[in-house]
């Protein structure tokens, strides 16, 4: 998923072969390790880049950032625990590597376009409805844009 807003017909130098495999390394592990303390200079490091180097790289290869990646892995993992019903709207914010429950029900409401304790109740009548399959499918979060703001409807 690579892009790049410079296009050349030159192949990529060994050098951005090289940060693109380190890239792909790095996503990897916020993928694996989600619920770690995780942090874009523990990330940098771990595959022998600078923080600022490796979030411009970052952004470049993926579309957003280091952070915005790992958030977004967060809430979908979250949104299927909330789904699940059997865990409270904190505990499932511990449990997916939140560490402040503020900053985790902010970012779960910009993606998801309401807070966690709504979708959660939202998910329990759903979930009747539907296999978890589908709705896996169908509630995945909003990557790259925040979720739209349903206005208000007047009678």
């Not at 694996?32 to 411009?56: F, K, N, T």
């Not at 958030?71 to 409270?88: C, F, H, K, P, V």
Request: hydrophobic share 35%; proline share 6%.
């Amino acid at each position: 998923m690579w892009h790049d807003s410079r296009v050349t017909s030159r192949p990529a130098s060994p050098e951005r072969l090289r940060d693109l495999a380190r890239l792909r390394r790095v996503r990897d592990r916020i993928d694996r390790e989600y619920a770690q303390p995780l942090d874009v200079e523990a990330l940098a490091r771990g595959v022998h880049m600078s923080a600022g180097h490796l979030s411009r790289e970052f952004r470049r290869a993926y579309g957003e950032s280091p952070y915005s990646y790992l958030m977004t892995r967060r809430i979908e993992r979250a949104m299927a625990l909330l789904r699940r019903g059997d865990l409270s709207v904190t505990e499932v914010c511990f449990t997916v590597g939140c560490s402040s429950l503020g900053t985790f029900s902010t970012r779960f409401t910009e993606l998801v376009g309401v807070p966690p304790s709504t979708y959660r109740h939202q998910a329990a009548s759903a979930a009747l409805e539907m296999p978890s399959c589908v709705a896996k499918q169908v509630t995945r979060p909003i990557r790259n844009r925040e979720a739209p703001v349903s206005k208000p409807r007047i009678a």
